[in-house]
């Protein structure tokens, strides 16, 4: 009875410390971005895309709410229509990885590496008619990577900041502008 409780405790401390010692240098939003993405990939691997609730990933994953509130009942219902044709690339690539086998960390900690690019001010070449730099701000963004290859990133997530929710996970490049695909583009 006391090697049960044992093996139990260990267990947990263990889960403990490796959840902390992942997140030690993040912020209490980097942890929360986190827990979406974790929660999300929990609720939606392995399932049939149609058997998943839009309700629910609006509700508890994916951030649409000014899609929601768009008062033309018309275009409401086709960006609505999109969201799970759209989500299927991110479902696809969980799938297909494993949910045991992909993680994520805030994109700050690529600064070393190509896919933070459209996020570095010194590096951008790309300049507004005024003049000024652009880029993309950091701070709500993740890098999605297989566990065995964290040095390689394989996409980038946008979380929206109050909400903590998914915003996008597909970063769009058209002629050397680099922009996340939102919904309310669509």
């Given at each position: 009875m006391k090697l049960k409780y044992f093996i139990i405790s260990v267990f947990f401390i263990n889960i403990s410390y490796s959840q902390s010692n992942k997140s030690?240098?993040?912020?209490?939003d980097e942890t929360a971005y986190y827990n979406t993405f974790e929660?999300?990939?929990?609720?939606?691997?392995?399932?049939?895309?149609?058997?998943?609730?839009?309700?629910t990933l609006i509700e508890k994953y994916i951030y649409f709410d000014y899609v929601l509130k768009d008062t033309v009942q018309e275009r409401k219902q086709k960006r609505i229509k999109k969201l799970i044709p759209l989500f299927s690339y991110f479902k696809k690539?969980?799938?297909?990885?494993?949910i045991?086998?992909?993680?994520?960390?805030?994109?700050r900690f690529y600064k070393n590496h190509k896919i933070y690019e459209p996020f570095d001010e010194d590096k951008t070449q790309l300049k507004t008619v005024g003049g000024k730099k652009m880029y993309t701000e950091d701070v709500n963004v993740f890098a999605y990577f297989r566990k065995e290859e964290p040095e390689n990133p394989l996409g980038t997530l946008l979380f929206e900041p109050k909400t903590h929710k998914l915003l996008s996970w597909?970063?769009?490049?058209?002629?050397?502008?680099?922009?996340?695909?939102?919904?309310?583009?669509?």
């Open positions: 030690k240098d993040w912020t209490n929660n999300l990939a929990r609720y939606t691997y392995k399932k049939d895309i149609d058997s998943i609730s839009k309700d690539t969980l799938d297909s990885l494993g045991d086998n992909i993680d994520a960390k805030p994109i597909v970063l769009i490049n058209q002629g050397g502008y680099r922009y996340f695909l939102l919904f309310n583009i669509l």
